[in-house]
């Protein structure tokens, strides 16, 4: 998986709330289109109209945010369903950074795995963030440092933001989890052990077809 | 510490251990595969190399993709061979128990899960899918999870996770007869927003949820979801053992009688702490339906669509005016299913509502059992006929026209009821818009060919 570590880019302003991961990928699209291509695909409902051409009114199809990797999006964002391929799309079109207010408890952890950067802030600082990415229209540079947890305005203010402890670790590693498992083998054999004495009915269906 | 709570009982009954950046590591009882996230998660292990841990604590079925009609479309047989083809494939291939088509078990996972007795309370649920939270229902702790996640199950049988805050929704009073859990959980998300239960795992308690049957609880527990609460949980009761009793991967015999005592500890203390608690009344509850493109865009009063505070992006999508009434307009399709409301109580509900009636012309109305037990069962009832003679469909098990990926879909700009759990744009098909509302409301819609609300007074039949 992908680290993350520090990050600047453009950031565009998305306030809508809401926003549910069948917006992000249609699960259509996402069933029919490999890993790689995802990001021509995402935000469809918004980025295209009816007829196939860009939605001028979408704010990533705007030429002043088109090459962004920072979003400012609205509560509850990636709500919905469990679709990884939410994430990988947002990748797909350059995305490393996410803000919200709050994130779809799935999504966020997604994110995590993924090496893409949620942020989420109270809804003051947000709603301060995303008049400032309003204002700068994609003409400034905004920063991402998880090692000292800020978010940086072009002007050079700095937002620290919270993030768990264990979710930090793994973003900044970038390890394969299944690796990392590996090494409590002992540990989940043991815990195994112990549960098929005080919990034989859950294991009972190892005889069962 | 678990506070007295039964999430944090559960909790800490599955800890294996904390890492020293707080993660727990969590292991996980029984996993769902799906013919989405599962077979994805099945191919990576093939592409690794690797084995599946413990691959009698999965059970892997077609749903999401699988074709609910006679014949296959060109683009359905395409997605057949990769999705379905390969799930059956893979899971043989790992010593995975596969329901199939035909074997009498498959389904939505969320229905088949609880109806074979796969869900255990006190047990450890996931599957990569987030309605997961369905299985709370019967005090399963059970979340939904990414396909990284489920890759992780198959392979370790253990998830990573962040231990989230606790939170309790004590439900006082009674629901009126003709009001359903659907139209409870609806309800409550319009009451407490679509974000309530983030980062939280909530607890559904209290009389009005001790009233509910299990099959109600399910309804309840599904949407729990879209009120953003990974996590829904109902404490197993002597109803959750009666419903348990006998089903097929239910322990008999001397096992279930330790599993019973065991089960009868599963609740929160009197003296239990949550992180965050709301207490309502449900008494004048009324149904519910929504009107825009989340479940929280919902209303009560009589079809009314908000004056004030709508989305306007929600209304153009829905074609609806602020303030306007949802009361009288056209209704394309009906669609009764999906894992929020296709169990047999829910067809019961809605065939006792369109028994002798005919669906109204120009309505495009469809029945699709949540498994082929239910099904077989609707059909020895004499239920499917009352459908089929009244012009519905009756099709075969799966997840159809909730998620709109298998062919099954509403065309574009067509307004659809359906009990499904999603109103999202383009969620049942591109630019279709869904109204989300109980098997009873839906029913009576199809019968109307437009949106009509049942008075809760002149319902006929007992809430559940
Ligand atoms: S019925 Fe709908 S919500 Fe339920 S599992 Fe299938 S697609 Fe998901």
Redesign the pocket.
């Given at each position: 998986m992908q680290a993350f570590e520090t990050h600047t880019g453009l950031a565009a302003p998305f306030p809508v709330e809401n926003i549910d991961t069948d917006v992000i990928i249609p699960m259509g699209p996402l069933m029919m289109t490999p890993r790689a291509r995802l990001g021509e695909k995402a935000f469809l409902p918004l980025r295209f109209r009816e007829d196939g051409s860009d939605n001028p009114d979408f704010v990533l199809n705007r030429p002043e945010f088109r090459g962004a990797s920072i979003l400012i999006a609205g509560r509850n964002f990636g709500c919905g369903s469990s679709r990884e391929g939410a994430v990988h799309a947002l990748q797909g079109m350059g995305l490393r950074v996410i803000v919200a207010p709050t994130f779809g408890d799935i999504f966020y952890g997604n994110c995590i795995k993924n090496g893409v950067l949620p942020v989420q802030l109270d809804d003051t600082e947000h709603a301060r963030l995303m008049q400032v990415a309003i204002d700068a229209n994609g003409g400034a540079e905004f920063g991402a440092d998880l090692p000292r947890q800020v978010l940086t305005l072009p002007d050079g203010t700095e937002i620290p933001f919270d993030i768990d402890p264990g979710h930090k670790s793994r973003l900044l590693a970038g390890l394969d989890e299944i690796g990392i498992t590996e090494t409590y083998k002992d540990a989940i054999a043991a815990w195994q052990a112990a549960d098929r004495k005080a919990h034989p009915w859950i294991w009972a269906i190892e005889g069962s077809a | 510490m678990s506070n007295g709570t039964l999430f944090g009982k559960l909790w800490n009954r599955h800890l294996i251990l904390t890492n020293p950046e707080g993660l727990d590591l969590i292991h996980v009882d029984r996993s769902l595969l799906t013919d989405l996230s599962g077979t994805v998660g099945l191919e990576e292990m093939e592409e690794d190399g690797r084995k599946v841990a413990n691959p009698a604590l999965h059970a892997a079925m077609p749903?999401?993709v699988i074709p609910t009609g006679r014949e296959d479309t060109p683009q359905q047989a395409k997605l057949r061979e990769r999705f379905v083809r390969n799930l059956d494939r893979l899971s043989v291939q790992q010593g995975i128990r596969h329901f199939g088509r035909g074997s009498g078990r498959q389904g939505?996972?969320?229905v088949v899960g609880l109806e074979q007795g796969f869900t255990l309370p006190g047990a450890t649920l996931v599957c990569g899918?987030s309605?997961t939270s369905t299985h709370g229902a019967v005090g399963a702790l059970a979340w939904g999870i990414g396909s990284t996640e489920v890759k992780h199950v198959l392979a370790t049988q253990t998830l990573w996770m962040k231990r989230p805050k606790t939170a309790r929704v004590w439900l006082d009073g009674s629901l009126k007869r003709g009001v359903f859990s659907k139209d409870l959980i609806l309800w409550l998300i319009g009451e407490l927003g679509a974000d309530f239960g983030r980062e939280h795992a909530v607890e559904f308690a209290g009389p009005a949820i001790d009233a509910l049957s299990i099959e109600a609880r399910a309804s309840l527990c599904n949407l729990g979801v879209e009120m953003g609460a990974r996590f829904a949980l109902i404490a197993p009761d002597e109803k959750t053992f009666a419903y348990h009793r006998g089903r097929p991967y239910v322990p008999d015999g001397e096992l279930w009688e330790s599993a019973l005592e065991d089960w009868r500890t599963l609740h929160s203390d009197v003296t239990a702490i949550f992180d965050k608690e709301v207490r309502l009344d449900v008494s004048d509850v009324t149904p519910q339906i929504t009107w825009g493109v989340s479940p929280e865009h919902v209303t009560g009063r009589g079809g009314a669509v908000p004056a004030e505070g709508a989305e306007s992006g929600a209304l153009d999508y829905m074609g609806l005016c602020a303030g306007q009434s949802l009361i009288g307009l056209p209704v394309d399709y009906v669609f009764i299913g999906?894992?929020a409301n296709s169990r047999i109580e829910d067809l019961r509900i809605a065939a006792d509502i369109v028994r002798g009636q005919q669906v109204a012309g120009g309505v495009t109305a469809w029945v699709v059992p949540g498994s082929e037990a239910v099904k077989q069962l609707a059909e020895a009832e004499g239920l499917a006929d009352i459908f089929i003679a009244a012009g519905f469909e009756w099709r075969e098990p799966g997840?159809s026209m909730?998620?709109a990926v298998n062919g099954d879909l509403v065309a574009p700009g067509k307004r659809a009821v359906s009990t499904?759990?999603?109103n999202f744009v383009g969620r049942q098909g591109p630019n279709a818009r869904t109204h989300l509302a109980s098997p009873a409301t839906a029913a009576l819609c199809a019968l109307a060919g437009e949106i009509r609300i049942a008075e809760p007074e002149a319902a006929i039949c007992p809430a559940g």
């Open positions: - | 749903d999401h939505i996972v969320h899918d309605h999906s894992c997840c909730c998620n499904s759990n999603r």
